[in-house]
């Protein structure tokens, strides 16, 4: 079991530029081996999420789900509607997801890049997750959105999935997420849900990620 101090997690740095960091960490959720925290962001009513755990698949098993835009339905909390919009290469390419919201509010939608990095050494890979605005896609990609009516798009979304190879074929999976939803949700509401998020996400990745499919990606 991946062991962290139990109510409070500090992070000294930022894990790379452009993400934006809590600098103190809240134990909201520890099951089924996933710990979830929540965390104060600067400037922001809303918290970020992050979820920490094991998963029983090797790293390339991992960046094959993640690489595998369509079948986020199956395994990401609440996305619906997953298009990839545009692969300018293995370690950059655009999403667009929807987020089931639950009645009466609207879905959300973003328009996500994802660029990947990896530590030579340690084969740390980290997927940095942050939101584009439909100005600024490639052409390609803005020629790949689909027509969403009725949703409302969130802006300043950052994140990451964090891979860490582990003995015996392993990997720990760190995913963290901040986000407005915009639509005037107020943050006392948004905060008290978004524990949810990653600790299904996590439990539903590791069932997923066993699939046969994602046996032979190896570029990792």
């Known amino acids: ?19 934006i960091a809590a600098t103190e960490w809240e134990l909201a959720k520890d099951a089924d081996n996933i710990q979830v925290y929540t965390g104060k962001i600067s400037g922001s009513d809303y918290k970020a999420f992050r979820g920490v755990g094991v998963v029983d698949a090797e790293l390339n098993q991992l960046m094959a789900v993640l690489d595998d835009t369509p079948n986020f339905v199956h395994w990401m909390y609440n996305c619906k509607s997953p298009v990839l919009l545009y692969k300018a290469s293995l370690l950059d390419r655009y999403q667009y997801l929807q987020n089931d919201f639950p009645w009466p509010a609207k879905d959300r939608d973003m328009i996500l890049r994802n660029e990947i990095s990896q530590d030579p050494q340690t084969r740390v890979t980290t997927v940095k997750l942050s ?10 990609a803005q020629a790949a959105m689909p027509k969403a009516d009725g949703v409302v798009r969130m802006e300043g979304v ?3 999935f964090e891979l860490s190879p582990l003995a015996n074929g392993q990997t720990k999976v760190i995913f963290q997420l901040h986000l407005n939803p915009g639509g005037g949700l107020p943050a006392s509401l948004v905060n008290t849900q978004i524990v949810d998020n990653p600790f299904e996400t996590l439990k539903a990745l590791r069932k997923h990620v066993t699939k046969p499919q994602y046996a032979n990606f190896n570029p990792f």
């Not at 939101?131 to 390609?140: D, I, M, N, R």
Request: hydrophobic share 55%; net charge positive.
């Open 1 to 19: 079991m991946l062991k962290i101090k139990p109510f409070f997690l500090f992070l000294g740095m930022v894990l790379f530029a452009g993400t």
């Open 131 to 140: 939101s584009v605005p439909l100005a600024e896609l490639p052409k390609t």
């Open 158 to 160: 950052q994140g990451f």
